[in-house]
């Protein structure tokens, strides 16, 4: 089992930053790779990004390019999403989950571990 807990969700301006930080506790953090998920209301859970166990490899929605950076320490177990400009359609509620495959892939159905989520609102 790998439990998850992410934070730094809140309320911020367009163009304004926001870090979240997903803390890992369970089994071997390492030996995962982590991605962040969102779910705006009404629509699908969709990818952000994903960061592969040694952390050697990335992947990005294309809606994200450029502006979020995601990254990890492996020491503090935990896992962080970097937004910068950020616009009103990343208002969502945003999810790290950890993946067993270890591969930093977008299809949701590989991550067994999932956090509760942290609200983030981008005010226009």
């Known amino acids: 089992q790998v439990q998850l807990v992410e934070s730094g969700g809140g309320l911020v301006q367009a163009g304004g930053s926001l870090r979240l930080s997903c803390a890992a506790s369970?089994?071997?953090?390492?030996?995962?790779?982590m991605g962040w998920f969102r779910q705006a209301p009404g629509k699908e859970r969709e990818f952000v990004t994903a960061?592969?166990?040694?952390?050697?490899?990335?992947n990005y929605a294309d809606s994200v390019k450029g502006r979020f950076t995601i990254s990890r320490d492996i020491a503090k177990n935990t896992l962080y999403l970097q937004m910068n400009s950020l616009k009103s359609e990343d208002t969502a509620v945003y999810y790290c989950?950890?993946?067993?495959?270890?591969?930093?892939?977008?299809?949701?159905?590989?991550?067994?571990?999932w956090g509760q989520g942290t609200q983030v609102t981008v005010s226009s």
């Open positions: 989950a950890a993946n067993g495959l270890g591969n930093p892939g977008s299809y949701l159905g590989h991550y067994a571990y």
């Open positions: 960061i592969s166990w040694s952390a050697g490899r990335t």
């Open positions: 369970g089994r071997t953090f390492s030996r995962y790779a």
